[in-house]
């Protein structure tokens, strides 16, 4: 999952024993099911076990799969393990497909050393390093631009008519390129780009797609403030070195480059406003956009190919004759980034965490469904996703291609990230504020002995709802969630907890150490599954479909869907 999460380094010291924990929770699991749950469901949570998904995490998240590369033998190692496992529990795989792969055909492109991106600037010509200087989003021959284009300066590169915000106004762009900062305006009004948090609109992706629909020919993004954090540029340029993968029949991409802040004074050398004159505007919050002097061209150099990966579905057929023409999918992505740039001596990046964990508790879930004595009224969808890391590609290809129409699917619930170093007292929804999914959460977390918090303000951007495979799902107008622990430990404070998670999205996730010397807790694994399996079980058994609240930006496409049958 590209984003930092709830999960803590810990020692693992406690008043409580395993047998005092598991008390409790059939104690709390009593009082829900007095009011009217299913009395096969203690069995059933039960008997799932952290230490089974501990023994698939040992698997998946280790060396010998090389950090599950979308498109590698690792991957597809990966996904052969998750298959004879799906198999052994006797799920089908979908009528539509032969077997238990869906394959994705895919692009796969690395720039190299020689690529050129110049700039001119009246009589004077300089060439911009790849990597020291920049780095491409996105690379193959698609974003080569032969001839020097004009650049203009777009401010953060944004148009929010909801919040009477607009960069481009009285901007001419096309044929251009356009440069722009990261981020967005700065606000404490919630009411006002999400005050204090982050919005979609600060997404470079979003930057990019609206520059293109403006009809530029590339842009370019200079990551600030971000970039004054200390090895800043080393770390962006790390990720950047992994290969940059597309789906094979996604429209061809234009020139998006990220530029490091400390060449960016020489794009506005002859504008009317310097560099530093623009950083002064964005503090006093007084951006505005201009034309920049200054031409740029670029001619990649690249390794590319051609591949397939596969997505991994498994299918528990319902019980009901009716109900079960109706789908609830169960979601994780088991791809990672690979080998890359070595961090002490480590160039392994195993994803443990982000997502070995994530498929893993899938896998002991589907167990525990098709072990339970009944099967839900409805038929449930396992996928398991390739290429998250690269941009949501699986779940973006089942979307164009899925096994059973998108109108029939009733819900997405998503995993990325597991509680793995603690036992917890409350859990997050991430988007559950936006469908009565919400609803459903809080009654699976009741039945669980646990209470719903809100995000806390500290990750809301990082564990933001368009940051994971969930966000494709709602985009089709399927009514999506993701869940998180939340920072109610049982053997932390909030402080101290929040601390180490601040720490480990700083120092762990996307890098080398997100691996098996981790502490890993067996029974906050099990504690995570038993509650998304909760959630899944009430959803697969009711009658009516979650849905949209109203305003809810999703809902249209729901409404389409439904109307269209597709």
Known sequence: MPLGRNNLEISMVGCRTFANIVMGNLLFLSIGLAQGSFPDLPAALDAISGAEIRRHIEYLGSDELAGRATGSPGERAA???????????????????????????????IPLAESRLRLFLADKVRDFELGEDYLLFKSGAQTYVPQPVPLVFAGYGIVAPEFDYNDYQNLAV?????????????????????????TIYASPEAKARLAISRGSLGSILIPLPEASEAGFWQNRRREFAFEEITLAYAASSHLNVMLNPAAAPALFQGAPFSF????????????VSFPLAASLSFKGEFIQRDFTASNVIGVLPGSDPKLSDSYLIMSAHYDHLGVGEKVKGDSIYN??????????????????FSEFPTAPPRTIIFLFLTGEEKGLLGSRYYLDNPVQPLYKTIANVNIDGLAMFDTFNDIVGIGAELSTLGDDLREAASINGLAVSPLPAEFTWQASFARSDQIAFAQAGIPSLLTLEGLDYRHSDRDSALARVLHWNRTIYHTPFDDLQQPIDEEAMAQHARLIFTLCRLLADRGKSPEWHPGAPYLYERLQSIAEKK
């Open 79 to 109: 996904a052969e393990y998750i298959a004879s496992h799906l198999q052994h529990l006797g799920l089908a795989f979908p009528e539509k497909l032969e077997s238990y792969f869906q394959r994705v055909p895919m692009h796969g492109s």
């Open 174 to 198: 096309e044929g251009k390129i356009v440069v722009y900062f990261s981020g967005e305006p700065r606000s404490n009004d919630p009411q006002y780009f999400a005050g204090g948090a982050e």
């Open 276 to 287: 530093s004159a623009v950083l002064e505007m964005a503090a006093a919050q007084k951006l």
């Open 351 to 368: 994803g443990v965490f982000d997502n070995a964990a994530g498929a893993a508790a899938l896998l002991e879930i589907a167990r525990a």
